[in-house]
Antibody, heavy 119, light 110 residues
Framework: QVQLQESGPGLVKPSETLSLTCAVSGYSITSGYSWAWIRQPPGKGLEWIGSIYHSGSTYHNPSLKSRVTMSVDTSKNQFSLRLTSVTAADTAVYYC????????????WGQGTLVTVSS | QSALTQPPSASGSPGQSVTISCTGTSSDVGGYNFVTWYQQHPGKAPKLMIYEVSERPSGVPDRFSGSKSGNTASLTVSGLQAEDEADYYCSSYAGSNNYVFGTGTKVTVL
């Protein structure tokens, strides 16, 4: 059974960098799927942050400009998100998800982790 | 890219049907058959219910169906059950490897 689990600091100071990791179990991260990050501010809707494809290419929401970096660590079977220069507007539950690109969707999600940006 | 537009709420009695709309543009919903729908219960992660406009993943009841006409996609839940009460989000491929979500609809089972 494939499972995804997010981890990282629950509190980040304004202007600093948010770093999260998504551990994948039950499936090799190199076996063909792409992976994604999605967030949800408290009481609000979902926002696609970006995806890292099996090829290694990364794509992110244009609204986040160049603040997003994503990577894969095959030795640990996990992938990561870095979001720089955070503000209170980045406070959200962050989800990692499996992202089939043949049938584009987010078909398997982690439980989510709340990240609060506050001094 | 702007969020897709969904009605804030929808409701129906048990056994009835409810349909949720998802309106975008020709650059997203209207331009690709890559509309997906997600169900989210309070405090839980979203769950994929429909992909490629009308396809159901394994395990999703056939009470859930999707369709699209022009720039508007729709999700219909037939034979409403108490456990269908949740928030529903649409999403669409928006070109250039980008994705956009809808504003979300809260479905209430009366």
């Amino acid at each position: 059974q494939v499972q995804l689990q997010e981890s990282g600091p629950g509190l980040v100071k304004p202007s600093e960098t948010l770093s999260l990791t998504c551990a994948v179990s039950g499936y090799s991260i190199t076996s063909g799927y792409s992976w994604a990050w999605i967030r949800q501010p408290p009481g609000k809707g979902l926002e696609w942050i970006g995806s890292i494809y099996h090829s290694g290419s990364t794509y992110h929401n244009p609204s986040l400009k160049s603040r997003v970096t994503m990577s894969v660590d095959t030795s640990k079977n996990q992938f990561s998100l870095r979001l720089t220069s955070v503000t209170a507007a980045d406070t959200a539950v962050y989800y990692c998800a499996r992202h089939p690109t043949v049938n584009p969707s987010f078909d398997l999600w982690g439980q989510g982790t709340l990240v609060t940006v506050s001094s | 890219q702007s969020a897709l537009t969904q009605p804030p709420s929808a409701s129906g009695s048990p056994g009835q049907s409810v349909t949720i709309s998802c309106t975008g543009t020709s650059s997203d919903v209207g331009g690709y058959n890559f509309v997906t729908w997600y169900q989210q219960h309070p405090g839980k992660a979203p769950k994929l219910m429909i992909y490629e406009v009308s396809e159901r993943p394994s395990g999703v009841p056939d009470r859930f169906s999707g369709s699209k006409s022009g720039n508007t996609a729709s999700l219909t839940v037939s034979g409403l059950q108490a456990e269908d009460e949740a928030d529903y989000y649409c999403s669409s491929y928006a070109g250039s490897n980008n994705y956009v979500f809808g504003t979300g609809t809260k479905v209430t089972v009366l």
